[in-house]
C-alpha cells in the first residue's frame, strides 16, 4: 500500500497551523530524547510570527492524508556566516 507524503511550506499566518507543528516537532524530539530542550509553543509562536532581520526561515511539514505527520526547519543567515544553514528535521 503505497503512501502519499505532501511536502508543505507552514503557513507562519495560520494560528492552529502552528500550534499543530509545534506539537508534532515536540512529539518527535520527545520520543527519542525524552529530557531535550525543546522550544516552548510561545517561542515558537514568537518565531514563527516576527521577522528576522538576522535569518531567513522556513518551516515544513510532511502531511498524510490531511495529517501533519512531521516537521522540519530551515534557517539561513542573512548577514553573517551566510556560507552555512541549520535545519531540524
Do not use: K
Not at 62 to 82: I, K, Q, R, W
Request: net charge negative; aromatic share 6%.
Amino acid at each position: 500500500m503505497d503512501t502519499d507524503v505532501r511536502i508543505e511550506e507552514l503557513d507562519p499566518t495560520d494560528p492552529a497551523a502552528r500550534a499543530t507543528w509545534h506539537e508534532v516537532m515536540e512529539r518527535a524530539v520527545r520520543a527519542d530524547r525524552p529530557h531535550a530542550l525543546v522550544t516552548t509553543a510561545a517561542a515558537f509562536e514568537v518565531t514563527a510570527t516576527s521577522p528576522s532581520t538576522f535569518y531567513a526561515r522556513t518551516w515544513l511539514q510532511a502531511v498524510v492524508d490531511g495529517e501533519v505527520v512531521g516537521v522540519a526547519e530551515l534557517e539561513l543567515p542573512l548577514s553573517e556566516n551566510t556560507d552555512v544553514a541549520r535545519t531540524e528535521v
